[in-house]
């Protein structure tokens, strides 16, 4: 029997993030957009960047300021089956909000490689 993902974790710069259980690596690449024209389908492409989405838990030790202001780092996405995917001069998409739901979007972008 094989084991699916359940769980990640987040490291940035070495240092765990608490986020949920849960998190979405697209490791980006390319879009491919259908067209038909004259009977015939064709597609045109484009560039999608990498991104990591998440949800910060915010605790007395969680820093949105500084969640919001990351530039160049280097974020470890580690799911529980073992795979590891590495974001090189990851950075921070969208200002990190703290409100009372004790969770925020952690919403990161950057350049991946598997481990």
């Not at 979405?24 to 064709?42: D, I």
């Not at 969770?103 to 972008?109: I, S, V, Y």
Request: charge should be negative; aromatic fraction near 4%; avoid cysteine.
């Amino acid at each position: 029997m094989s084991q699916i993902t359940g769980k990640v974790s987040i490291r940035i710069d070495g240092k765990v993030i608490a986020t949920e259980n849960k998190a979405v690596l697209n490791p980006g690449g390319v879009s491919r957009n259908p067209e038909a024209h004259g009977g015939k389908t064709y597609y045109s492409e484009e560039d999608v960047p990498a991104t990591i989405e998440t949800q910060a838990l915010i605790t007395k030790d969680t820093d949105v300021i500084e969640l919001s202001g990351i530039t160049g780092a280097t974020v470890i996405f580690q799911a529980d089956t073992g795979q590891k995917y590495m974001m090189r001069d990851a950075f921070t998409t969208e200002p990190v909000v703290h409100d009372a739901s004790g969770k925020a979007p952690l919403k990161m972008a950057g350049t991946v490689e598997r481990m």
